[in-house]
């Protein structure tokens, strides 16, 4: 692994040149309208969707105040209440010149809009327009004004499809971050719901939201997060993808260390856990940490459902994580290595399924298991229309005529359709192509020393799962290092009144999570014998 | 860095480098599932019956019970000097690789149990590939004949005698099955002796049960059977005992998991006898040697319960009285099994129930003094039979149909 990092370290940071003009260092607002007009459209040159209007009486004198925006960001409705505001204010007075103070706060008064900011640098009038303000500027005056109407064309709340649930709330993120932390804002109605913000990437500029509860994360954790984040220096953020391979703890590691979600009830729920969410314009999947490695087999919904039901599958999850990981590789240790650990009714079978086979299991599973995901991968790439056609041409050339010509052995099909299906079981998609990966890894063992290349394969992982944290916390918690408290929310979920605490080691100052003492007493019940009784 | 290129190089080639060594795929065993052992010290014949696995296959290339035209096992033989010699051999005439993982039952030849079986059981204690869990049997002829037989219906011979010696373990409990490491541990005690089922082919025309014709037949005029219990002692077999004898041996060797037995109604008013059958659901024996003033005595004291299967008993089995009368004749038929197993012990003078081992354990002074002529010992000792027997359900009939049938017509 070492080797592997010398080469994908950078030796030295080069610092990046800057020639975007936001990040420049600020120069204040011409107070000539005109002047300022040109440098607008010098910096912003001519895009369709820049919008410069001036409020002119006639053609050829330009008026005292004129708006700039872009076309998309920004909503229809109240900018045209904006105008027309404006207008009224324009033909009411014939000079602003005389007070700049005091024309800038009348015009303050004047305009139907909550948020109003006052910019004095040439740079935040340009950041401004590109985030989706309206900036007013008055001729004369060394400040704009501007104006949050955001809006334009974005996507409804729709329900999450990467994380779908039976019973629980159908609403994912969007892209838009305001939308998604409103969404979470209504769950957590509670003023300990804080939030940091940044803008990252030079020409992005991709607003990045640090959101935490005070007192029940990790103050640590937190100035970790956030050094993390300041630390990034690069041109573009476009998805939480990228800024997870910026900040994660063991970037070599093929184990993700951070959660990634499309659901506020997730979000909301691991912010009461002591969790961060790092939430970032652009991308409806939302980031987690710390995280440990059991949180990747849990599903929102095990906490919706009754916890009988979820404890049974939690441990069919971890079943399925431990079939997708192994099947394969055992079954080519068990039928290459030692058949004696077979019934004998079961190698007959398995024999003479193998009869006139041409290869050998290794090569006969690897081909089966590449197909596969061959297969998978055209299916999520494919056009949908034609999404059919794919499963009829991968069920039956993997299914059944690779069978039947004798390529494969039917025990094969079932081998690799099965830790397929398995593989789906997990929740989280990070975690099952972690284990799409390993899994030829542990086969190559298997086929070269059978059960001992499955051991010695698997060993250095443990190792490395013990080794391995996410912001400080163990991956292995609460398995290793074992710690009690925290087995009510591991392969089982306990029911609510039991849930006590919160998660030792993740959690910061405050523990407690509800109220001692709470199972559920029935004070209307009765006895059976009383009811004639009452009726005499 | 250069280093480091280099160890992790020679850690991958070095894993790619052990090249699937010691694997071997399905396709290339030759899953033995009996084996048979013929001959004598320095001459030994192993005969392999090797299961072929594309004769087993369901319909899956279409040609629906393929395993009627050919035949599911192969068997054949080679000789050697030694038993692993023979089996070395064995690839200048077979294609794969002879594996006895799976093997279910060993047959051993009448003529080398007759010359004795240490080196058989040398072999399968010294290689790991053989299981000492194998079940042992000895064959009435050469083995080599026996295993060439099919025992229809099922498709593998070598399955089907392991499954019969299962299934007389656990309803008939006659021939009580044995495995090698059993065996050597009998051979090896203080008694010395252990019994080994017998497996004969009874009827004519064996020739019919070597081809795979018999199974479109409904009937054959040949078949396997259990015929008797082979008598090792020290080795070497020295009689046979019948079937009643061994179920003596049963007995006494606490081996009886269930049976059936019939007994005769005494009060029954008509000359012909009325025979009753009582199935044993559990069976207990306890059989400890007691030092006697002069020699030693077996106490043995068994514990049976079980049904009434059969009645043709005139008396009602809903009584109590009745059923106490039943139980009584219960307990003498078992008593008089038992008796017929001591008696062989006694004539053979071979400690088939492994009293010395239990004499050795509680009296190790009197053994060390005694053992040269325990077996005279052994025939002078006496035996106290005690048994209870209780029928705990007299079936859902109550009067016997034959009793029934008298009452309507003496009206």
Not at chain 1, 316 to 339: D, E
Not at chain 2, 31 to 55: F, L, M, N, R
């Amino acid at each position: 692994m070492h080797w592997m990092k010398t080469i994908l370290k950078p030796a030295k940071r080069r610092p990046l040149k800057n020639t975007n003009p936001i990040t420049q260092t600020p120069e204040p607002i011409n107070s000539s309208l005109p002047h300022t007009l040109t440098l607008l459209h010098k910096i912003l040159g001519d895009s369709p969707d820049f919008i410069m209007r001036n409020f002119s009486d006639s053609p050829s004198e330009p008026g005292p105040i004129a708006i700039c925006y872009i076309e998309g960001l920004i909503e229809q409705n109240l900018l045209s209440d904006l105008m027309e505001a404006l207008i009224a204010e324009q033909a009411s007075k014939t000079s602003f010149t005389s007070d700049v103070h005091s024309t800038i706060n009348a015009l303050k008064q004047k305009i139907p809009t909550g948020n109003i900011k006052i910019i004095h640098a040439e740079n935040q009038m340009i950041a401004a327009i590109l985030a989706g303000n309206v900036v007013i500027l008055v001729d004369g005056v060394q400040v704009a004004l501007a104006a949050s109407i955001q809006g334009g064309i974005r996507r409804a709340v729709e329900e999450p499809t990467t994380q779908t649930v039976i019973r629980g709330p159908k609403e994912g993120f969007t892209e838009e971050l305001s939308t998604n932390i409103t969404l979470l804002r209504r769950k957590l109605r509670t003023p300990d719901l804080k939030f940091a913000s940044r803008n990252i990437g030079r020409y992005t500029q991709t607003r990045v939201v640090l959101a935490y509860i005070e007192g029940l994360a990790q103050p640590e954790v937190i100035e970790e997060a956030k050094k993390r984040l300041e630390s990034i220096d690069t041109d573009s953020i476009l998805e939480s993808g990228y800024i997870e391979e910026f900040i994660q703890d063991a970037p070599l590691s093929p184990f993700p260390t951070l959660l990634n979600t499309e659901r506020p009830d997730t979000v909301a729920g691991s912010l009461l856990d002591g969790q961060i969410a790092i939430f970032i314009d652009g991308t409806p999947f939302v980031l987690l940490a710390p995280v440990t490695f059991i949180k990747f087999f849990h599903s929102s919904e095990d906490y919706y459902q009754r916890y009988d039901i979820s404890s049974f599958l939690r441990i069919i999850r971890l079943f399925s994580f431990l079939i997708a990981l192994l099947l394969p590789s055992l079954y080519i240790a068990i039928t290459t290595f030692h058949q004696e650990m077979l019934p004998t009714t079961l190698l007959i079978t398995l024999a003479s399924q193998r009869e006139g086979t041409p290869f050998p299991a290794l090569l006969e599973a690897l081909i089966m298991e590449l197909i596969f995901e061959v297969i998978r991968e055209a299916g999520v790439r494919m056009p949908r229309v034609i999404g059919p056609a794919i499963s009829i041409v991968g069920a039956l050339v993997i299914g059944q005529a690779a069978v039947q010509a004798g390529l494969v052995s039917a025990a094969m099909v079932i081998v690799v359709s099965f830790t397929a299906i398995s593989n789906f079981v997990i929740p989280s998609f990070n975690m099952a192509s972690t284990v799409r990966l390993i899994r030829f890894f542990l086969m190559l063992m298997a086929g070269m020393l059978g059960l001992f290349g499955i051991l010695a394969g698997l060993i250095p992982i443990l190792f490395h799962l013990v080794a391995l944290q996410s912001f400080g916390v163990r991956y292995l918690t609460p398995f290793a290092p074992f710690t009690k408290s925290n087995m009510k929310d591991f392969f089982i979920r306990v029911p609510w009144w039991a849930m006590k605490t919160r998660p030792n080691g993740i959690s910061g100052p405050n523990k407690t999570r509800q109220a001692p003492h709470q199972y559920p007493v029935n004070s209307a019940k009765k006895e059976r014998c009383d009811e004639p009784n009452k009726q005499k | 860095m250069r280093r480091l290129w280099v160890i992790s190089a020679v850690l991958i080639i070095g894993s790619l480098l052990t090249g699937c060594g010691s694997r071997i795929e399905l396709n290339e065993l030759g899953i033995t599932t009996a084996t048979g052992i013929d001959g004598h010290k320095g001459e030994w014949t192993v005969t392999y019956q090797v299961i072929v696995p594309s004769a087993m296959s369901s319909s899956l290339g279409g040609s629906a019970g393929g395993g009627s035209s050919q035949a599911a096992v192969h068997t054949f033989s080679t000789q050697g000097k030694t038993i692993r010699d023979a089996i070395d051999i064995s690839n200048l005439e077979n294609p794969r690789k002879l594996y006895f993982a799976h093997n279910n039952v060993l047959v051993i030849g009448k003529e080398a149990a007759e010359a004795g079986i240490e080196e058989v059981i040398d072999n399968y204690f010294r290689n790991p590939d053989a299981r000492e869990t194998v079940k042992v049997l000895v064959a009435d002829r050469k083995a080599r004949e026996l295993l060439m037989q099919l025992i229809p219906p099922e498709k593998i011979p070598g399955q089907a005698l392991s499954k019969i010696l299962q299934k007389d373990d656990q309803t008939g409990s006659f021939y009580p099955s044995i495995s090698i490491y059993e065996l050597a541990l009998k051979l090896s005690s203080d008694s010395g002796a252990a019994g080994v089922p017998e497996v004969s082919i009874v009827g004519s025309d064996r020739e019919t049960l070597e081809s795979s014709d018999i199974f479109k037949k409904t009937s054959s005029k040949a078949n396997l059977k259990l015929s008797g219990l082979c008598i090792f002692d020290r080795a070497r077999k020295v009689k046979t005992l019948n079937q009643k004898e061994s179920l003596g041996i049963s007995w006494l060797t606490n081996h009886v998991k269930s049976n059936t037995l019939s007994f005769e109604d005494e009060n029954a008013k008509n000359a012909e006898k009325a025979l009753s059958s009582f199935r044993i659901n559990t069976a207990k024996v306890k059989v400890t040697p007691v030092k006697g003033p002069l020699h030693f005595s077996l106490e043995v004291k068994v514990k049976v319960a079980g049904e009434l299967v059969i009645s043709n008993s005139e008396e009602d089995p809903a009584k109590t009285n009745n059923i106490k009368k039943m139980q009584q004749q219960v307990e003498k038929v078992i008593e008089q099994q038992i008796e017929e197993g001591w008696k062989t012990v006694q004539k053979l003078q071979i400690d088939l129930v492994g009293i010395a081992d239990k004499i050795h354990r509680k009296y190790p002074e009197y053994w060390k003094e005694n053992r040269d002529t325990w077996p005279e010992e052994l025939s002078r000792m006496d035996i106290n039979i005690d048994v209870q027997a209780s029928i705990k359900r007299p079936g859902l009939f109550q009067k016997s149909f034959s009793s029934l049938l008298k009452s309507k017509s003496d009206q």
